[in-house]
């Protein structure tokens, strides 16, 4: 039976890479070899991490003067290393608590700097990009999540800021086009439209180091990685090849103008058969806020009792991954890049004959 | 051509554990979707990671008190880690220099406390073990580097110290047994003994931690990873897989016991063909301080003029990875764990062919 991959990351990757990807763990490019066991140092790895980093500088159409780096630790590691790197003792930060993971990375800056949370919709159990903040004068950076994996939110335009923004872009990165200059700082775990879990991925505007006074531990300094190509030690070897096998996958779909488009259309299905089914809603309450990459929803109070019926055939399906998060409950539908349109439609159509045969 | 890969990490892997490997990429376990796209919560890897963690502790007959991490950085993050969270500032922790990494560990570390460096042997390019140092009566710990990769030695005993043990194992790692009760932690990259590159496993004993008095970022704090068994954020899924199916072959093949028979025959027929034959010598300069691990070996000075056209006949025969590190020269042949007797008598009939030859 076809499986449908609706896994919130860990998530689903084109058919395409996951192939290429498992010939390379027992032969790689046919020198008899598995990559696995190969130098980070050789002329394989070398060629590879290359090519990752001009892809990433082509699609995402980096100007000079930023950097891309190779890390591990995920995002939850970039919360405390950011403030890290970019903040004195004394200097403030603005943060926007848009989610958990928002919340998360407020509470580790907090060790370094002065932290402002200059809006929140924590109140409102997140179900909506708060939006009505104010950078202050002297603020470092203004930090943002971009899209809020629990939630089913998502910055549909970034928040205007005198100051550079710091973005935790793990859930949408590489979803869509967007303009670069006004970032400081991207952060993304590659696990979610980029690669297997294993490696984390920073852009950082070069300009912006260097200017902390604290003394910082060699792994934890964005410098050492700039230096030394990420390459200081042992990167995640086999993380970063599928990462560099699906940066491919974006150039020759379109790239990200190519990619938007398809999301755009998936969500939109997915979406329309929420809002007009009448045993399904939305839990986000700003439709502008909704996610292209989580879409959240419940059952509506009257058929509330159904919810383990209907999930009960979703795995019937094949629909794996469906399980909204324990702090919103219901269903969560996982449409990351690579996800097809024959997926949505395949849950589309199981939510419309649920429908008819229950409502 | 039956290639022989000596390299010195990321290394060679045991064969069955490739193919498995390969297989969960494309289907994992016939569930019709891959590792690589499944949710780190998920049933399939709460099994991977729980038998990891049991098959850990069964093969290092671990003591209570001791818990097993699998975190990512690789060994130059535990060397900032570590003191982070074992030694206050004002307080004193030994260390030894046995290495380029004995060196960056002690670098990172005087960022956190009072580092005494007890015994060095810097000023002989690290050809021995240096074994003379005395432990201060106040120091927290001992930090030792068990096998140095780039210099061929290793601690055949380790050390006695009233103070725990504190040991980056990166690359003898499960290559033999060892009484783990006088560490108080040891550190290992993968990329040796154990996977791929991209998880680096950490055994502490608890008790040593929630003495320091400075904040620690969650993911620096080693208690962060205990609490939540590895998965306080999403951990390197396929990495933590490989290792497990590596950590089932060393069961299978006897554990350490057994591992540690053929790493012996393996490096005595080396050393044996490295003493004998006119055209090599070995580089380390105490011969008890020889890494199982590690073959450094150079050409004697009579025929220095001949390596590269050795090295080309390694080459040639399908041996790679042999180079030594820039700062040893000559050759280096890491034969960790997986690397079949058969591999390392062909290397050593090309030794002794190429000696009848030339020499």
Known sequence: MKQHNFSAGPAILP???????AKAVTNYN??????????????????IIEEANALMREILELPDGYQVLWLT?????????????????????????????????????KLFGNIDVIASSKEQNYTFIPKNGKVPKDAKYLHITSNNTIYGTQWAKFPKSS?????????????????VKPFGLIYAGAQKNLGPAGTTVVI??????????????????????IKENSL??????????????????????????????????????LYNEIDQNPLF??????????????????MTEKYAALEKEFMH???????????????????????????????????????????????
């Open 30 to 47: 046919g020198i008899g070899l598995s990559l696995l066991e190969l130098s980070h140092r050789g002329p394989e790895f070398t060629a």
């Open 204 to 225: 950082v505007r070069e300009d912006l180091l260097g200017t902390v006074e604290r003394k910082l531990p060699s792994m934890l300094d964005y410098r050492t990685f």
């Open 163 to 179: 100051a550079p923004l710091v973005c935790d872009m793990s859930s949408d990165f590489l979803s869509r086009p967007f303009d």
């Open 15 to 21: 058919a395409s890479v996951l192939k290429e990807a």
């Open 313 to 359: 055939e979703c795995k019937a399906n094949g629909m794996s991954g469906l399980a909204g998060h324990r702090s919103v409950g219901g269903f969560r539908a996982s449409i990351y890049n690579a996800m097809p349109k024959s997926s949505v439609q395949a849950l589309v159509d199981l939510m419309s004959d649920f429908a008819k045969r229950k409502g």
């Open 281 to 298: 809603q939305g839990t986000v309450t700003d439709k502008a806020d909704r996610s292209l990459m989580n879409v959240c929803f419940v």
């Open 232 to 269: 200081y030690n042992t990167p995640p070897v086999y993380p970063i090849y599928v990462s560099m096998l699906t940066l491919r996958w974006i150039k020759k779909n379109g790239g990200l103008k190519g990619i938007q488009r398809k999301n755009k259309t998936k969500a939109a299905i």
């Open 73 to 109: 630790g995920g995002a939850s590691t970039q919360f405390c290393m950011a403030p890290m790197n970019l903040l004195n003792e004394g200097e403030t930060a603005a943060y926007i608590d848009s989610g958990v993971w928002a919340n998360k990375a407020i509470k580790e800056a």
